[in-house]
């Protein structure tokens, strides 16, 4: 089996600590931050 390199991977995990855990997967694990929601501008649920 060969992995297609132009595959995404979107993590999207609760967190109670938002900053440490973009540490972890940015810093860490060399991820990068496709999308940052704020307080002012919630991601709708509806489709």
């Known amino acids: ?3 297609d390199p ?3 991977l979107r ?3 609760p ?3 938002l900053a440490a855990a973009e540490r ?3 810093d860490g ?3 990068h931050v496709l999308y ?3 307080a002012t501008a919630p ?3 509806t489709c």
Do not use: C, K, P, W
Request: charged fraction near 20%.
């Open 1 to 3: 089996m060969t992995i």
């Open 6 to 8: 132009r595959a995404h």
């Open 11 to 13: 993590l999207a995990r």
């Open 15 to 17: 967190s109670r600590d």
């Open 24 to 26: 972890f997967y940015a």
């Open 29 to 31: 694990l060399g991820l």
């Open 36 to 38: 940052r929601g704020t």
């Open 43 to 45: 991601v709708s649920t």
